[in-house]
């Protein structure tokens, strides 16, 4: 089944429910300005997590910087919504678990946009892309062009 909005795809809804940034996480929603994604890194043990956090959930060093990751990822799960819960965010849209490239242990829930959202699927390259709102710069996703 393939059903697009009358508009076709859509890369940008007219609303969103914005985050409340702590002081971990304001990295993560503000690196966009950069053109960054920013995922924490342990420097103790040198891997990537995922929600930013002030200790590392492996080792516990509380020695974690955000660092900027390639912004390269693939589909792990992915579900198409049809219900309208938002004014101004009209179904249907693709809501998705990706994983990095830089390390499949980290995934980010987001939106993949610029597309049939029903051909959205399990195994898709995708690369990131920021949607601004104020401050905050949310990380959706789109996919790699073949
Ligand atoms: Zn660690």
Redesign the pocket.
Known sequence: MTTVSPKGPRSRPDTRVLPDPTWESRSFWQGGANGELLIHR??????L?HPPAPA??????TD?VPEPVSGCATVAAVSVNVHQWLPGFPPPYAVAIVELDDDPTVRLTTNVVDCDPWEVHIGMAVVVRFERWDDTWIPIFVPVAP
Do not use: A, K, L
């Not at 342990?42 to 891997?47: F, G, I, L, T, W």
């Open positions: 342990c420097q103790s043990c040198h891997r997590f590392c959930f492996r080792c516990r060093s974690v």
